[in-house]
């Protein structure tokens, strides 16, 4: 996954749900890049082990997000790859983690100063989808159209 070079000076990044297997490789990338001069986690828990302790993490409650400002202030680049499975989660807890806690999060970095926010969905994301998965990555994505960043980017890999 390269990054398109440009004249632009350094700029801040954050990665949400950078533990999980996106993420994982979402900071790779991010990380051999020279564009960005600050690269900060934000996540419910600290993680003790490589590659993640090299970083600045910065550990909130999702539940209470909005308590949570100083972590997203002052970051322009906002990369979201929250996500959990309802098998994990169950229907309820899936559609808090996949939509409200992507959703929330991203008002709150808007707040603070995020300017480009990046999520990645999923193929098939449709807000009027019957599949709960599909619904809930779809409704994810038209709320956050609503919030009004200067750019917001929308990926929608496939399974693999």
């Not at 999980?20 to 419910?44: M, N, T, W």
């Not at 600290?46 to 308590?67: H, M, N």
């Not at 709150?108 to 709960?132: D, E, P, R, W, Y």
Request: hydrophobic content about 35%; some cysteine.
């Amino acid at each position: 996954m390269a990054m398109e070079a440009t004249d632009k000076p350094p700029c801040s990044v954050f990665i949400l749900g950078a533990s999980g297997e996106v993420g994982q490789e979402l900071l790779k990338a991010v990380s051999a890049e020279d564009k960005f001069s600050e690269i900060v986690l934000i996540g419910r828990r600290k993680i003790e082990e490589e590659p993640f302790t090299k970083y600045e993490q910065r550990i909130v409650d999702f539940e209470k997000i909005e308590d949570y400002g100083s972590a997203f202030q002052d970051l322009e680049i906002g990369f979201c790859c929250l996500g959990t499975t309802k098998g994990k989660a169950g229907a309820d807890g899936f559609f808090k983690v996949d939509h409200d806690y992507v959703v929330n999060s991203a008002k709150v970095a808007k707040q603070h100063g995020c300017k480009h926010f990046i999520f990645v969905s999923s193929s098939g994301a449709n807000h009027k989808s019957k599949i709960l998965y599909h619904k809930t990555k779809g409704l994810a994505e038209e709320d956050l159209k609503e919030i009004g960043f200067d750019r917001l980017s929308v990926f929608r890999p496939g399974a693999f």
